[in-house]
């Protein structure tokens, strides 16, 4: 069942990495890119899409603890990629995900 947050209250996800073989990693220093976003609307009514800053924390061992704070009510995007073995930014599995 989802949870309601209320607008400004922090909200916290966790990114275990993995390796290639699907264990979970031990070490840190991955790179994401995180980019949170709702679209609220304006003062014409219209939607704008206002992004949200994500802060991430490595924990050095895989895990990552990732928080952001939508100051309005509704629907937040998040979309997570991260940097492969080739270099190239791609989508986490499952992104964008809706909270």
Same mark, same amino acid.
């Given at each position: +069942?989802?949870?309601?947050? $209320?607008?400004?209250?922090?909200? *916290?996800?966790? =990114?275990?990495?993995?390796?290639?073989?699907? *264990? !979970?990693?031990? $070490?840190?220093?991955?790179?994401? @890119?995180?980019?949170?976003?709702?679209?609220? /609307?304006? @003062? *014409?009514?219209? %939607?704008?899409?206002?992004? =949200?800053?994500?802060? =991430?924390?490595?924990?050095? !061992?895989?895990?990552?603890?990732?928080?952001?704070?939508?100051?309005?009510?509704?629907?937040?995007?998040?979309?997570? /990629?991260?940097?492969?073995?080739?270099?190239? +930014?791609?989508?986490?599995?499952? $992104?964008?995900? %809706?909270?």
């Amino acid at each position: +069942m989802p949870q309601e947050v $209320s607008p400004g209250t922090p909200v *916290e996800f966790t =990114i275990q990495a993995r390796n290639d073989l699907g *264990e !979970n990693r031990t $070490s840190g220093r991955d790179e994401f @890119e995180i980019v949170a976003y709702q679209h609220v /609307d304006n @003062e *014409e009514g219209k %939607k704008e899409k206002l992004e =949200i800053k994500v802060d =991430i924390n490595d924990l050095d !061992n895989g895990k990552y603890i990732c928080q952001y704070v939508a100051q309005h009510e509704g629907e937040v995007v998040v979309n997570v /990629d991260f940097k492969d073995d080739k270099g190239k +930014m791609v989508p986490l599995r499952g $992104s964008p995900y %809706k909270a």
